[in-house]
């Protein structure tokens, strides 16, 4: 289940929040034209900062899709065989 709370406290969080978007953008050469995969997206504000940054894409991955919709049964559709 996600807590809404965590994500609102972490938006609210200027210090932590400024420090991630800090590190990220100014590090932009280790993001530009990468492709970055954001495990635990939760609202996607670190997403948001490395397309900022230059990444060519961005995936973002909730554990809320993640326990919807990539059970082990559609996971293993998703792998090819030898």
Do not use: Q, W
């Not at 709370?5 to 993001?31: C, P, Q, W």
């Not at 997403?47 to 900022?52: G, I, L, N, V, W």
């Not at 961005?58 to 030898?82: C, K, N, Q, W």
């Amino acid at each position: 289940m996600i807590h809404a709370g965590i994500h609102e406290e972490m938006l609210k969080d200027s210090v932590r929040t400024g420090s991630y978007r800090a590190a990220i953008l100014n590090n932009g050469h280790l993001f530009h034209g990468k492709t970055v995969l954001d495990v635990g997206c939760g609202t996607g504000i670190l997403s948001m900062f490395a397309a900022k940054a230059g990444a060519a894409h961005v995936v973002g991955v909730s554990p809320f899709f993640v326990d919807r919709f990539a059970t082990r049964e559609y996971l293993t559709t998703m792998i090819p065989e030898d």
